[in-house]
């Protein structure tokens, strides 16, 4: 028998979308969310914090902590996990590429976070699949050559053929290394070298997301196979 959840999907033609999964998309890709969705996010948040307290309430709305237009109220008229749910499908519909769920390779349940290599459900471990890291620092495009990824090795070797996961950053992506190169950078008096790594298997899009996002500080993997 199906979820209540699925026959919604089917009969809206929208994409499946539980508690869990929008909780997790809200919690780790808000940065997706539209500039409406972000305020009617704090005006929840905000109004539970302010409750039972009117002098607070309207120190934060003469700040702008707290929209009061009416089209930032329409957001949450059904409540606090429609909203989430709402703002994790239109992710998901418009941006699903930007979008990593990090499901375990056994069992295919969600983990708790994007960073994980451990299942919660199953116990499954893949921490075996992901051979070095790499710690963005910027990018860029050479003419007529590679476009490079500029940062340091945290941990690992990394080779040509290996591939670079990009979902870490936010890009469901997985380009193949197809050249290692080597530039020496100066600053207050310190000199040290960063890591290039190119690729020719990302679109402008892509590259434009990545030049505009400058430096990462988590390390994404470099893994063997996609």
């Known amino acids: 028998m199906q979820s209540p959840e699925t026959l919604v999907a089917l009969v809206t033609n929208r994409p499946t979308m539980d508690k869990e999964t929008a909780n997790y998309i809200r919690n ?36 702008g902590w707290i929209s009061e237009q009416p089209d930032i109220k329409e957001y949450l008229k059904d409540g606090y996990e429609e909203f989430e749910l709402n703002v994790a499908q239109r992710i998901m519909q418009e941006t699903p590429e930007k979008v990593f769920l990090n499901n375990c390779p056994k069992c295919n349940k969600l983990a708790r976070t994007p960073y994980a290599r451990q299942c919660r459900h199953c116990g499954n471990n893949w921490h075996d699949l992901t051979v070095a890291q790499f710690k963005l620092e910027t990018s860029f495009q050479i003419t007529g050559r590679y476009f490079f990824l500029l940062g340091q090795i945290t941990k690992g070797e990394i080779k040509q053929g290996q591939l670079m996961d990009l979902t870490m950053l936010g890009l469901n992506k997985k380009p193949k290394i197809e050249a290692i190169e080597f530039a020496l950078k100066r600053q207050d008096g310190k000199v040290w070298e960063d890591i290039g790594l190119g690729t020719n298997e990302l679109t402008e899009e892509d590259k434009k997301y990545l030049k505009n996002m400058g430096s990462f500080t988590t390390p994404f993997d470099i893994i063997n196979e996609r």
């Open 28 to 63: 780790y890709f808000s940065n997706l969310m539209t500039d409406d969705e972000k305020l009617a996010l704090k005006y929840q948040m905000y109004t539970y914090k302010t409750e039972g307290n009117p002098k607070m309430r309207k120190m934060m709305v003469d700040r």
